[in-house]
C-alpha cells in the first residue's frame, strides 16, 4: 500500500530519505489461550520476518492474555469486552452500548499506534477490532474452528483475506492453512528430547507413558477416569504425566514398583510434556488438535460435550486420517481407560502408524504462511 502522497510502499524510503516509521501490526485474540496462542504465534512470525515490526495485541481485563501477552514480550491494550449472549437476555438489550463503546475505545488504540493491519482470530475481543477497522484499516480473519464463530462471520465480511484452519469452516472463501503454532512446539524433536523431558518431569525413562490434559482450566471427566484407572495402569507397567488444572486435585493411587504416575497443576513446558509422552488423552480444542497434529503425537480425544459441537469436528480429520482416536465425554470412565487406552499405549506399532498419520495432518508452517499474507495486505 503506497505511503500517502508519495507512491511508496509504507516502510521504505521516499525520495532517498529517511526510512518510514515501522510496520504496525495489530493482534485481537484474547480470552481463551485458543484465541491468544495463535495470535501470538503469528506476532512471533512477522518479527522473525521483520525484526523492525511494532505488534500490539488487544485484550480484556478479566482475559488470558494478561499474563500470556506479557510475558511474550508484546505490548497489550485493553479494551472493554462484547460477550455475545447465545439466546435472548437483558444482556442482549445493553449489547448496542457495549458495543460502541468497546469500538471507540479500540479506534484510539488503532489511531494512536498508526496501525496498518488488524489480524484477528475470533473472540470477545475481534468482534470490536473489526468494527473498529472496518473501511479504516485491511482486517485479516483466521478461524481455528471447524466452525466459524459470530465475530469471525461479521469480520469475514470486511477483510481483505479469510483464513481457515480447516475446510468448511464456514467463512465464505476462506484459504486453509492450518493453525499458527509457536517455534517451541512445531520445533519439537520428540525422540531426542525424550530422555531429558522424563527426567523434567520425573517418569519412568523407558515405560510406556501417557500425557492427560483437558487445558488450562483441566478436566473433570479425565480427572476422574484417570484417577479411577491409575492403579490399573501401575500394574500394567504404564507411566502417567496428568496436568489436572490448578483448581482441581487428584488423589492417585501409586503402586509399588510401577512407573510413577505424576500429577502438576499445569503444564508450562508443553514441548517437554508433549516429548515425554507415547500417547497423549485431551480435549480438542482446536490449538490442541493443531499442536498434536504438526508434532506427529498420537492422541485419544475426548471432545467437550458443550458448545456447537466444534470439538468433535476439530478432531475429526486426524480420526479419520487414522491419527486418533475418539471417545465421547458421557463415555469416558476409568473402565474405558483401561479397555481402550491401555491396550493402546502397550502397542508399539499401532503407535507408529499413528504417528505417521497424525503429522500428515499437521500444517507446521502456518505461522510463516501467515505472516507473509499479513505483511501483503499491509503492503510490505
Known sequence: MPAPGTGVPQGFPAGGGQAQRPLS?????????????PALALADAVRRARP????TALGTERGLENRLVPARGY?????????????????LLRLPMKVRDSVKRTREVLDRVQADVVVGFGGYVSLPAYLAAR??????????NARAGLANKIGARYAE????????????????????????????????????????????????????????????????????????????????LHAHGPKNTVAVQQVRGAPPYCTVPYLERMDLAYAAADLVVCRSGAMTVAEVSAIGLPAVFVPLPHGNGEQALNAQP?????????????EFTPQRVIDQVLPLVRDPQRLREMSAATIGAGHREADQVLAKIVLEVAGQ
Open 318 to 330: 486426524v480420526v479419520s486420517g487414522g491419527g486418533g482416536e475418539l471417545i465421547a465425554d458421557a
Open 135 to 144: 473501511g479504516r484499516t485491511p482486517i485479516v480473519v483466521h478461524e481455528a
Open 25 to 37: 501490526v495489530v493482534v485481537a485474540g484474547g480470552g481463551t489461550a485458543g484465541h491468544i496462542e
Open 75 to 91: 505490548p497489550l491494550e485493553l479494551i472493554p469486552p462484547v460477550p455475545m449472549p447465545r439466546k435472548p437476555s437483558p444482556q
Open 161 to 240: 483475506r479469510v483464513l481457515s484452519a480447516t475446510p468448511d469452516s464456514g467463512l465464505s472463501g476462506a484459504q486453509t492453512i492450518g493453525i499458527p503454532l509457536r517455534e517451541s512446539i512445531t520445533g519439537v524433536d520428540r525422540w531426542a528430547l525424550r530422555a531429558p523431558a522424563r527426567a523434567h518431569f520425573g517418569l519412568h525413562p523407558h515405560a510406556p507413558t501417557i500425557l492427560v490434559f483437558g487445558g488450562s482450566q483441566g478436566a473433570r471427566t479425565l480427572n476422574t477416569a484417570f484417577s479411577g484407572a491409575a492403579e490399573a495402569l501401575g500394574r500394567a507397567g504404564v507411566g502417567v
Open 52 to 55: 523492525d515490526a511494532r505488534v
